[in-house]
């Protein structure tokens, strides 16, 4: 399989913590994006990071991406209760003018009061 | 960022009946669309890639017999889940590509197939 791995698998803290998850991909990338799940819902695109980027911030969200051992961490800072979610990681290949995003495992993440 | 609807949002079938299921790009004029299946508490899963005025590019171990792609405008894709079964039961979700490295997804249909 070429799905992509992320841990942990599940994140509990609590609501100002900063939560950290990783993603680890196969192959080379053309770009790597972040989004959320809320339960039985559609996907957010929350950020997207060239491969010639190494980090980026959006609002409470940072991304870095280590193109050398093909990972990626996102953080969000001083969480809320309304970050619960799951988030995944994506990675985007290009070839030639076909377009296939692969998506990692998930980081199930919940935010208590 | 693109608005994408599905429909429906969720729908219950009996076992051996076909189930259609529709993608629209709202704002923009989408040559590719691509469906995902997404089983409870599992990532999302490529199925295929759907291409206007052209066949679909179905993943490796997806039935193209089974589960029919037709694009036939730039705002509309459609997924028909033939003789369902219950195994077929999932989360079926679209996106739209927007600027060749961007998809956009839409709210996903869940389908139960008793």
């Known amino acids: 399989s070429q799905q992509g791995e992320e841990d942990p698998q599940a994140l509990s803290i609590q609501e100002g913590e900063n939560a950290t998850m990783n993603c680890s991909y196969k192959?080379?990338?053309?770009?790597l994006q972040w989004y959320r799940q809320n339960s039985g819902r559609g996907l957010v695109h929350l950020i997207l990071?060239?491969?010639?980027?190494r980090e980026k911030h959006s609002g409470r969200l940072r991304v870095t991406l280590d193109t050398s051992k093909k990972s990626s961490s996102l953080l969000i800072t001083a969480s809320r209760a309304a970050d619960t979610a799951s988030y995944f990681c994506?990675?985007?290949?290009?070839?030639?003018?076909?377009?296939?995003?692969?998506f990692g495992t998930g980081t199930r993440l919940q935010v208590t009061l | 960022g693109a608005v994408v609807s599905q429909h429906p949002s969720w729908v219950i079938c009996k076992s051996g009946t076909s189930v259609k299921i529709e993608c629209r790009s709202l704002?923009?004029?989408?040559?590719?669309m691509f469906w995902y299946r997404q089983f409870p508490k599992q990532s999302l899963m490529l199925m295929a890639t759907?291409?206007?005025?052209?066949?679909?590019?179905?993943e490796q171990g997806v039935e193209k017999d089974k589960f029919l792609i037709n694009h036939a405008s730039l705002t509309l894709s459609t997924l028909t889940v033939t003789s369902a079964h219950p195994e077929d039961s999932s989360f079926y979700i679209c996106?739209?590509?927007?600027?060749?490295?961007?998809?956009?997804f839409g709210p996903g249909t869940r389908l139960t197939v008793l």
């Open positions: 759907s291409n206007e005025g052209s066949k679909a590019t179905y």
């Open positions: 192959t080379s990338i053309n770009n």
């Open positions: 704002d923009f004029q989408a040559t590719t």
């Open positions: 996106s739209v590509l927007h600027q060749g490295d961007t998809q956009y």
């Open positions: 994506a990675s985007l290949t290009l070839t030639g003018t076909a377009s296939k995003l692969t």
């Open positions: 990071i060239r491969s010639n980027e």
